[in-house]
């Protein structure tokens, strides 16, 4: 794990970011156990208000129009307290999603790394592979992930995932956090 950019001094919310197939939901679901945190899932949360998936979102209104969305959410989700906030794969190819994550107060985004092989296979292992629509975009997938890197990179800190298991990440994380904010506790 490498600290990239120093830390607020005090941590009421973290953010994970990462590929599809990073473990990022599963993760934010153990880390808000530990922290007893509210955790969101963005991309449910969008499909439950827009009361569609997000499979019929990309094939009816196209990518842009999921990326409005998205962004729009992050920017509201992003204001609650105590929460682990898992977001879309996608969501910091968006500007104002990115400067809504970094720069939000409090709040340490972490970015779960791994090898887009080791992603991608984790995806196909899981229920409802075959609607994701980016992972369907085999051609782009490459493209996509390394022109997201420098994005993800940014985050405050990141984690090697490949070798963790998902209830490691999560211990690796609050240690880390605990130990960054030294004798302060998360607030
Ligand atoms: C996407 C990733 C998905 C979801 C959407 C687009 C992407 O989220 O937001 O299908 O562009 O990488 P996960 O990363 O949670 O799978």
Same mark, same amino acid.
């Given at each position: 794990m490498q600290t990239k950019i120093q830390l @607020?001094?005090?941590? $009421? %919310?973290?953010?994970l970011v990462g590929f599809m197939g990073a473990g990022k939901s599963t993760v934010g679901a153990l880390l808000s %156990?530990?922290?007893?945190w509210g955790f969101l899932d963005a991309d449910q949360v969008l499909e439950g208000n827009a009361g569609t998936s997000?499979?019929?979102i990309f094939a009816q209104q196209?990518?842009?129009?999921? %990326? %409005?969305?998205?962004?729009?959410?992050?920017?509201?989700l992003i204001r609650q307290q105590h929460l682990v906030l898992a977001v879309g794969g996608g969501a910091i190819e968006t500007e104002a999603a990115r400067n809504a994550l970094l720069l939000a107060p !409090?709040?340490?985004?972490?970015?779960?790394?791994? @090898?887009? !092989?080791?992603?991608i296979s984790r995806c196909e292992q899981q229920s409802g592979a075959s609607v994701r629509p980016v992972l369907q975009d085999r051609e782009r997938l490459r493209h996509r992930f390394e022109s997201r890197l420098p994005h993800y990179r940014n985050a405050h800190l990141v984690v090697e995932t490949a070798s963790?298991? @998902?209830?490691?990440? $999560?211990?690796?994380i609050v240690s880390i956090i605990s130990a960054l904010l030294k004798e302060k506790t998360l607030a």
């Open positions: @607020p001094a005090c941590i $009421s %919310r973290i953010v %156990r530990q922290l007893q997000i499979a019929e196209g990518e842009a129009a999921f %990326r %409005r969305m998205e962004a729009a959410l992050i920017g509201d !409090e709040t340490c985004v972490v970015f779960l790394e791994a @090898p887009l !092989e080791v992603m963790l298991t @998902p209830e490691q990440t $999560s211990q690796h």
